[in-house]
């Protein structure tokens, strides 16, 4: 069974630094670039950080100079290093793969469980 799953949120003062981890896990064969999304309560969920087939990064313009997005691909691993943490950065973030192609078959709009991130003022 293939899964994403985040870690690494928690309760920070704002200011503060924060690194996600998002963890591919299953028999994979390929993933298509994994992106950072975040939601808040009552609100849309919206696209944090991403990368792009062609190997480059885009980041949502709240997050730019902030956030960094990274990865392990041989260990089918995604971060999100969050610095100068604000408190309208609070949310859950997610981790979304939108193909993921497996033995027998291709998963498309995976998403990990979630990671909740409280940033105090």
């Known amino acids: 069974q293939v899964q994403l799953v985040e870690s690494g949120g928690g309760l920070v003062q704002a200011g503060g630094s924060l690194r996600l981890t998002c963890v591919a896990s299953?028999?994979?064969?390929?993933?298509?670039?994994m992106r950072w999304f975040r939601q808040v309560p009552g609100k849309q969920r919206e696209l944090v950080a991403a990368?792009?087939?062609?190997?480059?990064?885009n980041y949502a313009d709240s997050v730019k100079g902030r956030f960094t997005i990274s990865s392990d691909n041989a260990q089918k691993t995604m971060y999100l290093q969050m610095n100068s943490l604000k408190p309208e950065d609070t949310a859950v973030y997610y981790c979304?793969?939108?193909?993921?192609?497996?033995?027998?078959?291709?998963?498309?709009?995976?998403w990990g469980q979630g990671t909740l991130v409280t940033v105090s003022s």
């Open positions: 979304n793969a939108p193909r993921i192609t497996t033995p027998g078959r291709v998963l498309l709009d995976t």
């Open positions: 990368f792009t087939s062609d190997g480059s990064t």
């Open positions: 299953g028999r994979i064969f390929s993933i298509n670039p």
